[in-house]
């Protein structure tokens, strides 16, 4: 083993100092150990960082926290595809690796980027079940297994960003919100008790940079790395609008049930 | 425009692009496919359509302010995408970019239209299949027609399916690649007829 020739990784990141400043390449060679992914290469950087032409520089600084996909954390665009970097693995990837930071937020520095965007959207749809009150309100009504399970594949969600970055109507001169705050509309308005404000969250939705934004290129739905069915949960919730909006107008005693 | 009416607004867009526009739009091709009688076919169908009563309301209301506020929207709606089918080259993306791309053409497209023929009515020229002929015995004319009539077919025909998704009713993944098929059908029959009343004038 020792004697095999050292193979290396080829990677190309773009940098970028602050969230004010300009991005710029720099290129990096990392010694190849069997089953890397994407951060074992951005650490290996980090323990010695010179690039490719031999200039010592700064370390590269990215998010990343579970390791295991499921914090959304680690999300930047690998090869032009918006993907975590914790689950893309070198070997399955063409060389050399370019490593850039999701467009579509804030850059803080490198390949960080500032989410908030989307939190602050899950607070505009109201994507929780209000159970706070001034009594206890006891056990909700119960839900069927069947539906559990359904909705159990839209709460994968973690909030990771890819469905909005490759998204061609979530860009700067757009407001919409994005597909995974809405999908989390439908989970919510499916969820035994918190259907009970499904008329709120609709309403929500139905405002400035809502649902209405959606243009049907359904690029989200193939690159949710969960594989959430967004495009699903987009029209489910068109129908679900299209009785609100009748409802708001008209009146309806259902606004509820 | 109020950003916070942009739901309403996106739906009415989306309705109005099938109720009156498509229809109109379809039934004008259907119209125009009786050139392929003969003239006098085409001079009967058109001028029925012509001297209709209330000819000015039915044009004003069924026509103009429908496809105006279609087509100032749309515009609006296509210049807030950021195109990346580089990045995503889904069959989705594509239409999705072909229907912003061919909503831009028609806005142009029509205009020209409306100049050379409603526009010179209104100066006093007769429009018959003589003014068709006329205009189209220009090759860049024929060009710039078939490419008019194939764009507002495509818009149309996968307006439909996007009309379909946005009021709610294709939801699951089977029943929209249904509707893409049987929309796509629609544009190529459309199509046919659209261009096949061109080269009548020819």
Not at chain 1, 107 to 134: C, E, H, N, T, Y
Request: glycine share 6%; hydrophobic share 45%.
């Amino acid at each position: 083993m020792g004697n095999e020739a050292q193979k290396y990784v080829e990677v190309e990141v773009q940098r970028q100092d602050d969230s004010n400043s300009n991005p710029y390449w720099e290129k990096f060679r990392v010694p190849y150990r069997p089953n890397m992914n994407v951060i074992s290469v951005l650490m290996a950087i980090r323990e010695n960082p010179v690039t490719t032409d031999g200039k010592q520089t700064t370390p590269i600084a990215w998010n990343m926290n579970c390791l295991e996909e499921v914090c959304g954390a680690c999300s930047m665009v690998i090869n032009g595809r918006p993907r975590q970097s914790c689950s893309a693995l070198v070997d399955q990837l063409e060389q050399p690796l370019k490593l850039q930071p999701m467009s579509t937020f804030p850059v803080i520095r490198d390949l960080q980027i500032d989410r908030s965007r989307m939190f602050d959207s899950l607070k505009k749809v109201k994507a929780w079940v209000p159970i706070d009150g001034s009594y206890d309100l006891g056990e909700g009504p119960r839900m069927p297994e069947r539906k559990r399970e359904w909705a159990y594949e839209l709460s994968k969600c973690m909030t990771c960003g890819v469905c909005l970055e490759s998204c061609p109507n979530v860009n700067s001169h757009s407001d919409f919100i994005g597909p995974a705050p809405l999908s989390q509309v439908r989970l919510f308005n499916s969820h035994p008790t918190g259907a009970m404000n499904k008329d709120v969250r609709l309403n929500a939705i139905m405002g400035e940079g809502g649902l209405a934004n959606c243009g049907n290129a359904q690029n989200c739905v193939a690159a949710c790395p969960k594989g959430i069915p967004l495009t699903t949960s987009i029209a489910a919730l068109n129908r679900a609008t299209t009785v609100q909006m009748f409802r708001n107008f008209f009146g309806s005693d259902h606004m509820v049930d | 425009m109020s950003k916070d009416r942009e739901f309403y607004w996106r739906r009415l867009h989306s309705l109005l692009g099938i109720i009156p526009v498509g229809l109109f739009v379809t039934q004008h091709l259907l119209i125009n496919f009786q050139a392929t009688h003969g003239a006098e076919a085409f001079n009967t169908a058109s001028g029925f359509m012509g001297n209709l009563p209330f000819l000015w309301f039915l044009e004003w209301f069924v026509i103009y302010i429908p496809l105006m506020f279609h087509a100032f929207y749309g515009v609006y709606i296509a210049f807030t995408a950021a195109p990346n089918n580089q990045r995503f080259g889904t069959f989705r993306n594509w239409m999705f970019l072909l229907q912003r791309i061919t909503g831009v053409i028609l806005v142009i497209f029509i205009a020209w239209h409306i100049f050379q023929t409603r526009i010179q009515k209104a100066l006093g020229t007769e429009v018959d299949y003589d003014m068709m002929a006329n205009i189209l015995s220009n090759p860049v004319m024929v060009a710039f027609y078939a490419l008019g009539i194939i764009s507002a077919t495509f818009h149309l025909a996968n307006g439909i399916w996007s009309f379909l998704v946005s009021w709610g009713i294709t939801q699951s993944p089977k029943s929209q690649k249904i509707a893409t098929y049987i929309t796509l059908i629609f544009f190529v029959v459309l199509s046919v007829i659209g261009v096949g009343a061109l080269l009548a004038f020819i």
